[in-house]
């Protein structure tokens, strides 16, 4: 049972490149969200979706996009990366959005230059 | 808008030691869940408890307890005779009726042997 995958764990990026972080979990899950981690702070909502099809936008969407075209996969795209985009991300997971445990992924560090 | 504070940054106790963490939510919503998550030095999410806002019972698990009053918003979080693998930073984070799971800045405790 993998539970929620994130890849890759770890990337560098230049400013200005464009990346995407994967997420994918095995739990026939409804809702996925992406989180980011800045130092010293708890998580911060990015983008969140209660279904293939259905996304929607949490409290820090600029720079990224996502979409959910499988139940399974939820990937976020950064599109032009910028040093204030350096942060540890966090996809998750849960049977629905009504408050069923959350499942995390391990994270991905990912740095801009 | 809602808001988690957990207004102790640091913790710092002896082994076998009772400690407290504090949590408070703030919300408008009069239904809502409330969860703690542990996060170790390594960096991944440990999902600890969840909690209904129309449950008030208090919430033993081993050495772990949790007391949630409604009244004042509140939702501590208590480890008793506390060891050094309890080291880490701790979130309390809210589900809202928006399907957003807001999350406080965490606290990072730190068991000494």
């Known amino acids: 049972n993998a539970g929620v995958t994130q890849t890759p764990k770890f990337q560098v990026l230049k400013t200005g490149q464009s990346m995407t972080l994967q997420c994918a979990q095995d739990m026939n899950h409804e809702y996925m969200s992406w989180y980011r981690q800045d130092p010293g702070m708890g998580l911060r909502l990015i983008h969140y979706s209660v279904g293939a099809g259905i996304t929607d936008q949490g409290e820090v969407p600029n720079g990224y996009n996502v979409s959910r075209s499988t139940t399974e996969d939820f990937p976020l795209r950064l599109l032009s990366a910028a040093p204030s985009q350096t942060s540890v991300y966090f996809c998750?997971?849960?049977?629905?959005?009504?408050?069923?445990?959350?499942?995390f992924g391990e994270g991905s560090w990912l740095t801009v230059v | 808008a809602q808001k988690v504070t957990q207004a102790q940054t640091e913790i710092s106790v002896v082994e076998k030691e009772d400690v407290t963490l504090d949590c408070v939510y703030e919300t408008r919503d009069t239904t809502y869940y409330l969860f703690w998550y542990k996060q170790p030095p390594s960096g991944e999410l440990v999902f600890l408890i969840r909690?209904?806002?129309?449950d008030e019972q208090n919430e033993i698990s081993g050495r772990y307890s949790w007391n949630f009053q409604k009244s004042t918003s509140s939702f501590n979080f208590t480890i008793t005779a506390s060891q050094v693998v309890d080291s880490a930073v701790y979130f309390c984070a809210g589900l809202d009726s928006n399907y957003q799971l807001i999350w406080g800045a965490g606290t990072k405790l730190i068991i000494k042997p």
């Open positions: 998750a997971s849960s049977y629905s959005a009504s408050g069923n445990t959350i499942y």
């Open positions: 909690r209904n806002s129309f």
